[in-house]
């Protein structure tokens, strides 16, 4: 893929009103959040949960792609259409998550060091081949007394500078995702300073390790008070802060920062994004989502594993798309939440997806 193909794949991924669906939960993860309602994790319950959300009509109007996890994508619909074909007839772009999670960094107790770096070429060739367009992995820096401790913050900014450079070579977008976890009691400015020191630190590795900036996407935690810190800063400054910090450390070539949410309620997700989305009238690179639990936590609720529910789960996650999309263009105002999920847009049978044309950037489109 050429420097091109992959600044037109990033650039799809944060078009106007759109962002991207963070589904590629780990097999333990998605057993929590399946166990949270009393859903037996399996193959078959997983599949069914994942298509419940891949096949809402009407959600690439807001969803520009999907990261899916191993097993997801090489999963089918009951009816027999592979994922990642309902997708692009949906009009959203593959990714994967390509990380194996975050260890114990040695040396250093209380804090991890992302793997996943061995055989990672032959894995991206083959995600590449199954359809993927971006992929993405996902550093974990702790807050606490003493930590992060700067070794833990350049292990893996340099483990994320060499996963982006080997998948630009592979043709595909690689999410750089740096999050600073929410947990703990420290305060925004505290979490103001951390984050700008673990961003300056992954940005020079990444211009060490040669990574095209214009092919890559940002998915940064915001700056935000900690979940126990008593004075839990509001959405003006939580907006205007993370833009503050931002300015100081992310290149203008970047083309999007994708946001995680990372533990806030949907309700908070949205309301951040729309205000920097708000304050901010030409900031240097879009400024969307890549939502996890922001966007799944209604419809895994509505949904309960109950047949009898999954149209009124896919009103429920196509309200949030909805509403992420209306924040990603500073549109969203909170009023919006009260209208009923009936209102909004009902879902369409999977057969749908055989009948709908895509428009996907050239890389993708015609090549799964
Ligand atoms: P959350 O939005 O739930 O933080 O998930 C996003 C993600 O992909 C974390 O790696």
Request: glycine share 8%; aromatic share 6%; charged share 25%.
């Amino acid at each position: 893929m050429s420097p091109q193909e992959l600044e037109s794949t990033a650039q799809a991924l944060v078009a106007p009103g759109k962002g991207i669906l963070a589904a590629d939960e780990s097999t333990a993860t998605i057993g929590k959040r399946l166990a949270s309602i009393n859903v037996e994790s399996s193959e078959d319950t997983r599949r069914s949960y994942r298509q419940l959300l891949f096949t809402t009509g009407g959600a690439g109007e807001f969803i520009s792609g999907v990261i899916l996890y191993d097993e997801t994508i090489r999963q089918s619909t009951s009816d027999g259409q592979k994922f990642v074909d309902v997708m692009v007839a949906n009009g959203m772009i593959p990714g994967i998550k390509v990380d194996t999670g975050a260890k114990p960094l040695s040396g250093a107790p209380d804090e991890k060091v992302t793997e996943g770096l061995d055989g990672l070429r032959d894995r991206l060739n083959e995600y590449r081949e199954l359809g993927a367009r971006f992929a993405k992995w996902r550093a974990v820096i702790t807050i606490g007394d003493s930590i992060p401790s700067s070794h833990c913050i350049l292990a893996n900014a340099q483990a994320l500078a060499r996963y982006a450079s080997l998948c630009q070579e592979a043709g595909i977008v690689p999410i750089v995702e740096p999050e600073v976890l929410m947990d703990g009691n420290h305060t925004i400015e505290r979490c103001f300073s951390v984050t700008e020191t673990t961003l300056h630190t992954v940005f020079r590795t990444l211009f060490e390790h040669d990574v095209l900036l214009e092919g890559i996407l940002l998915k940064p935690n915001m700056v935000i008070s900690g979940t126990k810190c008593p004075r839990q800063a509001g959405v003006e400054e939580v907006a205007s802060e993370t833009l503050r910090c931002l300015r100081r450390v992310v290149p203008a070539a970047v083309p999007g920062v994708v946001f995680l949410s990372g533990g806030q309620s949907d309700e908070d997700a949205t309301a951040h994004l729309n205000a920097m989305n708000t304050m901010c009238e030409a900031p240097p690179w879009q400024l969307s989502f890549s939502y996890g639990r922001a966007l799944q936590a209604p419809p895994l609720k509505t949904w309960s594993g109950k047949v009898e529910n999954i149209a009124a789960a896919q009103s429920a996650f196509y309200k949030r798309a909805k509403l992420n999309g209306a924040a990603r263009d500073g549109r969203y105002n909170s009023s919006m939440e009260a209208e009923k999920p009936a209102a909004w847009r009902r879902s369409r049978p999977t057969n749908w997806i055989r009948r709908r044309t895509t428009r996907l950037p050239s890389s993708t489109a015609g090549c799964i």
